[in-house]
């Protein structure tokens, strides 16, 4: 009886039911895209048994932690302590499956034999790795790729020219923090196989870092019992190796906390702005409603003299809400599909998990909940409101206006609402002030017109270091032959990419180091021409030439940071330092400070060795271009297939989208945030615009009389202008207030902006006067216009 009479009365009025469904989607469809980001990313189980006991393993150093880990500290690990079922540790490795019509490119990660049992997980089809040593040339392949290449159990695959048979299959959507895989192999020894031969065994290499480590608790251990039995290892090895490990410690992370860790403030951030805009499309809804129910003052009040209860009138009234926000919850579910497609597409790409963003169970739940709690929201008070008619007024002739209780609750919603718009415009304009900032932050290097390239050498085929240089010499030599390549070089990994090598150095005579001195350096062999190509300027001595080959004397190239660091106040050319107590570099020459980590992150020691001293198999070409990068693909592919047929390219882009990759998240934040800042303003100005149209509705007889009595045009502009900018002033104030307080949490997300920029807090306000001015000018002009005469004719 009710519904019926519910629907009967909003059929009646589709424009207002149309506005407040698409108001009130808005805010739902948005809520719930972030929701589903947030349940998928920080709330949904790791699929991972027992996954609260897994911890990530690091080494630290006194100025660096969450260090990759080495094979003999990783055996020393496993061998001495008392505080976990497993320590596992993986490495990413580049695969060429060659058993088809045309080589393959495959992202694989090598793993100890107890990985899996580590994480706890089972296959979806066969078995996982044992230590049988025949393990060692089998693959477990990743589902989605046992889908793709419709592989089975048994089956040989030609993996960088060896042969692996097929045991498994992982569950479907399996993956681990870091790394994305195609296929699993098993490290032939204890120790997964390091990215260069050092002629050292993986197990007993200690001064090399290059392995990822995940640990399992034992049921009845602490993280703070494991952390303290680790730092008891650290030291005993800190004393045994003295070499390497003096200055090393290990760190320990959850592993949820690990994977999360850096998304985290971001993601609650926007859950607050869109929070936020769902209270705006409340406060617009609710001031909808009490215009309306000010046209339905005669109507209640008819009803309530015929006998109606006032709990009658209010159940009325608030299912007309629920009605209105179930509907608009159905649309937003709708927009909040499109709204996580879209997440996907311009999403970071490295946020685990977020590939896995659905509209499942969880994530409708919350659209229910979020739709019913908005429909009582904002349905309660103008129930009230309005389900206690005064009946004497409202039934006499030619009464209008509504009571002044219901006119003071309508401005204190646009105050709300002009608050809360001011905050999230606040958000929005520090996080894209900062992004700005980043994204102008000089790199070091000129990106320009470069084209990259990454090859990974398999060692089948380039089992000595000098096949490997004399390959990168001869694809370097033909690709500088092709026209429109203005220059060519090659480096271990180009800049903001995260590759890198790091290792500690010691300088020669300086058998200490100075307090506050950095105990390591990143390192990067590159091919001669890598900082005229790059545009990175040499400040002084010489460029690494062809003839530093493996019969010359180490050489290097170092930073400025570096040469400030190591030989302060001193002339570094000439100077030496060495890696491994045996092999000394001598310093030939100091370039520029480029940023390797981040455009956020002060330039660190950088050390630049030839590629021909320090082969390593896996290194990106960068290839300067006369015209578009992109021009090059096509003829340099040719010339390196000229020379191996088989070997696979990776991740060819012009370096323009290596360092947009590298600000992806800043991005992201700040557009999502922009898009709903830039929404509650509109339905902030809608509803300042609503309440001005609809007071000047109600006052056109007070206007009609002043009109008659000699006011003119400005005096009626001025008055409903006046009364628009009042209201957002209070909104103004309130909200500057609430905004210095909420700033705090987005200081986490800021680069070179503080939470209370005074800058971005008057650009704000300015434009949410301006958005106002315009909102009441439009009323005001209408009013302007008021006849006196039509004014009063029935009054």
Known sequence: MILRSTLRSLSKEPGFVATSIVTLALGIGSSTAIFSVIESVLLRPLPYGDAQRLVVVWETEPD???????????????????????????????????????????????????????????PHLGRGFSDDPTDAMSVILSYEYWERASGALGDT???????????????????????????????????PTPPIDVGVPPDELRGLHWLRVIARLKRDVTIESAQADLDVIAARLATTYSEDNAKRGIQLVPLHEQITGDVRPALFVLFGAVGFLLLIAC???????????????????????????????????????????????????????????????????????????????????????????????????????????????????????SSGSSRRLRETLVVAEVSLALILLVSAGLLIRSFYLLRNVDPGFSPQNILTMRLWLPDSRYDEPAKIAAAYREFLERIETISGVESASAVLGVPLSGTSANFGITVEGRPEPLPGEELSAGFQPVAPGYFRTMGIPLLRGRDLALTDDDGAPMVAVVSTTAAERFWPSEDPLGKRFTQDGE??????????????????????????????????????????????????????????????????????????????????????????????????????????????????????????????????????????????????????????????AASRFLEALLFQVAPTDAATYGVVALVLLAVAFVASIVPARRAARIDPLVALRYE
């Not at 998240?665 to 809608?686: C, D, K, V």
């Open 157 to 191: 695959l030609s993996l960088n020219d060896r042969n692996y048979t097929v045991i498994g299959v992982t569950a479907a959507g399996f993956k681990i923090p870091f790394e994305n895989a195609d296929l699993w192999t098993r490290s032939p020894k204890r120790v």
């Open 583 to 740: 092999d000394w570099f001598e310093v030939v020459g100091v370039v520029s400070d480029v940023l390797h980590n981040g455009l956020d992150q002060d330039p660190r020691a950088e050390v630049y060795g030839s590629f021909q001293q320090a082969p390593f198999p896996f290194m990106t070409l960068v290839l300067k271009s006369r015209g578009e990068p992109e021009a090059l693909r096509a003829p340099a592919e040719k010339e390196i297939h000229a020379v191996d047929p088989a070997l696979p390219i990776y991740k060819v882009m012009p370096l323009t989208a290596v360092i947009a990759e590298s600000v992806a998240e800043p991005r992201f934040n700040a557009f999502l945030l922009g898009i709903f800042a830039a929404t509650a303003i509109l339905l902030a100005a809608i509803g300042l615009y609503g309440l001005m149209a609809y007071n000047v509705s109600q006052r056109q007889r007070e206007i009609g009389i002043r009109v008659a009595l000699g006011a003119e045009t400005r005096d009626v502009l001025g008055l409903v202008v006046r009364e628009g900018l009042f209201l957002t002033l209070c909104g103004l104030a309130i909200g500057l207030v609430t905004a210095l």
């Open 283 to 401: 406060a617009n809804v609710a001031n909808l409603l009490l215009a309306r129910a000010s046209g339905r003052e005669r109507e209640i009040a008819i009803r309530a003299s015929l006998g109606a209860t006032r709990r009658r009138i209010v159940t009325e009234l608030l299912t007309e809400s629920l009605l209105l926000a179930l509907t608009a919850g159905a649309l937003g579910l709708m927009l909040s599909h499109a709204l996580m497609r879209w997440i996907l597409v311009l999403g970071p790409s490295d946020v685990f998990r977020l590939d896995a963003v659905d509209l499942n169970p969880a994530v409708f739940f919350f659209s229910l909940t979020v739709s019913f709690a908005t429909g009582l929201v904002f349905g309660v008070l103008p129930a009230i409101q309005t389900s206690n008619p005064n009946l004497q007024s409202s039934l006499k002739d030619g009464a209008r206006s």
């Open 64 to 122: 660096r932690d969450e260090l990759n880990v080495s094979g003999a500290n990783l055996i020393d690990w496993q061998d001495q302590n008392a505080s976990f079922d497993g320590i596992a540790a993986f490495v990413p490795v580049m695969l060429t499956r060659g058993d088809g019509d045309l080589p393959e490119r495959l992202a694989g990660v090598e793993v100890t034999p107890n990985f899996f049992d580590v994480m706890d997980v089972l």
